[in-house]
């Protein structure tokens, strides 16, 4: 016992200083990959405790994170850090939706940040959060209306999800010209919400939509 978490320390603390002995350097260098352990090498390292590994990764990757806010260095280690946290914990649903985020906004590479969140919808298949955000991703950052409406859509048919992955997949699917798609997705948020305001809002965008249709049918 002692001796695994001894050497889960020396691996974590092994990650850390690789992270935090170039500061300074703003740019990429081209082998940068090469230095960081796999997740694959760390887990298989961890001796079982991937847990404890996960915690000491993901706290290094956040305060990573945290200096380049500061303007200390770049992210070039950062995906690194988080393929190493969700092969240790698959199930941390959070590293996979902070990872997602910032590997889209902050580095630019939305491909990339969208293929960690996809990582973290096979891993975690009852988690409506990772399909919303990728909708979220294709919507803000793709400007890609249809697949942006498809991941919502998905996002709302996983029990437990709440009235906005509905609200969001209707209003894109008009958005997307698709106004069928989106009157029944407005139906289905009236049938399974229990909010007044939201059957109401509901309510006055079908209207709209029908209105629409006419008109299309009217040209």
Request: proline share 4%; charged share 20%; net charge negative.
């Amino acid at each position: 016992m002692k001796f695994a978490i001894a050497g889960i320390v020396i691996i974590a603390g092994l990650c850390a200083a690789i992270l935090l002995s170039r500061p300074y350097s703003h740019k990429p260098h081209l082998h940068d990959s090469l230095y960081l352990p796999s997740g694959k090498f760390i887990k298989e390292m961890s001796l079982g405790y991937q847990q404890i590994a996960a915690d000491f990764v993901w706290l290094s990757a956040i305060q990573y994170y945290g200096e380049y806010r500061q303007n200390k260095h770049d992210l070039s280690y950062f995906e690194g850090l988080i393929d190493i946290v969700t092969t240790l914990d698959p199930h941390f649903i959070f590293a996979y939706v902070f990872g997602g985020l910032v590997v889209s906004s902050d580095i630019g590479a939305f491909d990339s940040g969208i293929e960690i969140l996809q990582r973290g919808m096979m891993n975690n298949p009852t988690s409506w959060q990772l399909p919303f955000e990728i909708g979220f991703l294709y919507y803000i950052g793709l400007a890609n209306t249809i697949l942006a409406a498809r991941y919502f859509d998905l996002a709302s048919r996983i029990p437990g999800s709440p009235d906005i992955t509905r609200r969001f997949a209707a209003f894109v699917y008009s958005q997307a010209g698709h106004k069928e798609t989106s009157i029944r997705m407005w139906e289905e948020l009236i049938e399974n919400t229990d909010e007044p305001y939201m059957k109401e809002l509901a309510e006055r965008y079908i209207e709209k939509l029908k209105r629409g249709l006419g008109d299309d049918k009217r040209r």
